[in-house]
């Protein structure tokens, strides 16, 4: 077990090998204080007291796809599907701007038929009207082929969204099903693809899995470091129980674990890389009342108020109990106002919020 000297000579010197990342992922008590101390200092003197709002649209829950940990996968008969009509996505694009949140995000389960890809490129259009091109848009929509992340790029798409969901291949495979959908090498071809194009590139993965250990975890943060990703979105696995992973839930560790481990990992993140954007996710939350709050403090910059109109929520249930499913929109931007300046925080309004490592690989 490290002592509370290992971690100050460990973040000092910057020495993020595997091996002292996997032993950072493993402390506990006043060495975990002092990790979680420096990474909130690390925040508040080098990457800044800003927090960036992007407003979240779950704009439809059909999804081609069957991983085996999601709510929404196709498989799961239950589910109700719905796909948002253009105005109700203008409208909730039309709420992001008048809040000033200057950003949001549109997110899907992932088809790649043609028709879901000409709407997404209407959507993309008609929100360009409506806010004046003023609102930055952020896609998550899973895997596509170069053409079309390039023409949702030329219509104003600026970033994307593709967790690599667990950077180590074997764990990958343990997660989707080999069925020819679900590749470890695709998804890795469309990062470098969406990087190509020029998209601040996100990716991600959660915490907390079946089958996962602190190694596992540990190479996800070198993952995205040698990517050189610029934004970030993690967050403790929840098991849901229309899913097939559901039945080794007796292997993930308890809600109070899975819950400190991901604040771990945005903090270590935080220190390895001090200029991209971490999002404080909605899973956070979900498993810990205050989480959001928490993993702000310790590194995160981004919160993403749910913009999806109240009555479609319950339907994308990616795992159980997900929270702000019955509060309105202006609810719970009032409530994460107020829960950022409890953290001794500001809030960004107004800005874009790009990652100031997006800004710096495009001058290099
Ligand atoms: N379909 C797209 C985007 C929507 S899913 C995609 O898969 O990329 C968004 C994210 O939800 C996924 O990347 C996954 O990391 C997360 N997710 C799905 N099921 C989850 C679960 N049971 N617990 C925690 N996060 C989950
Ligand atoms: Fe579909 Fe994304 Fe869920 Fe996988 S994680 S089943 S791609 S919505």
Redesign the pocket.
């Known amino acids: 077990m490290l002592t509370v000297h290992d971690v100050r000579e460990i973040l000092l010197n910057r020495d993020y090998s595997h091996s002292t990342l996997t032993a950072l992922l493993e402390t506990n008590g006043e060495a975990l204080q002092t990790l979680f101390d420096e990474a909130e200092a690390y925040r508040r003197n080098v990457s800044g007291t800003r927090v960036y709002f992007r407003g979240l649209v779950?704009l439809s829950n059909i999804?081609a796809?069957d991983?085996f940990?999601?709510?929404?996968r196709c498989s799961n008969r239950s589910v109700q599907r719905y796909t948002l009509s253009l105005e109700e996505v203008v409208e909730a694009a039309r709420f992001a701007h008048r809040n000033g949140f200057a950003s949001m995000v549109l997110?899907?389960?992932?088809r790649a038929d043609k028709r879901f890809v000409d709407m997404v490129a209407e959507l993309l259009q008609a929100i360009h009207i409506a806010t004046r091109g003023e609102l930055h848009i952020t896609l998550?929509?899973?895997?596509q082929s170069r053409e079309t992340f390039q023409r949702w790029y030329d219509l104003g798409a600026h970033r994307y969204?593709?967790?690599i969901?667990a950077s180590v291949p074997d764990l990958y495979l343990r997660l989707h099903p080999e069925d020819g959908k679900h590749r470890y090498e695709h998804r890795i071809e469309s990062l470098h693809l969406l990087k190509d194009i020029g998209y601040q590139t996100g990716t991600?993965?959660?915490i907390g899995l079946p089958f996962q250990d602190t190694a596992h975890l540990a190479s996800d943060l070198l993952f995205f470091r040698e990517l050189d990703i610029d934004m970030v979105?993690?967050?403790?696995?929840?098991?849901?129980d229309q899913?097939p992973?559901f039945q080794y839930r007796h292997l993930i560790p308890s809600t109070e674990e899975r819950f400190w481990l991901s604040m771990k990992m945005v903090a270590i993140l935080r220190l390895m890389m001090p200029d991209i954007n971490i999002a404080a996710?909605t899973?956070m939350q979900?498993i810990r009342e205050g989480g959001r709050e928490f993993a702000l403090k310790v590194g995160a910059n981004v919160v993403m108020p749910n913009l999806t109109p109240t009555r479609y929520r319950e339907n994308y249930l990616?795992?159980?109990d997900k929270p702000g499913t019955a509060q309105d929109a202006e609810d719970t931007t009032e409530n994460l106002t107020r829960m950022i300046h409890a953290a001794r925080l500001e809030v960004a309004l107004g800005e874009w919020g790009d990652s100031t490592h997006y800004q710096k690989r495009l001058i290099q």
Do not use: N, W
Request: proline fraction near 3%; include cysteine; hydrophobic fraction near 30%.
């Open positions: 779950e999804c796809k991983c940990y999601c709510g929404v997110q899907s389960g992932e998550s929509m899973g895997e969204l593709l967790r969901e991600g993965v959660m979105g993690m967050g403790p696995y929840i098991e849901h899913t992973l996710t899973a979900a990616l795992y159980k």
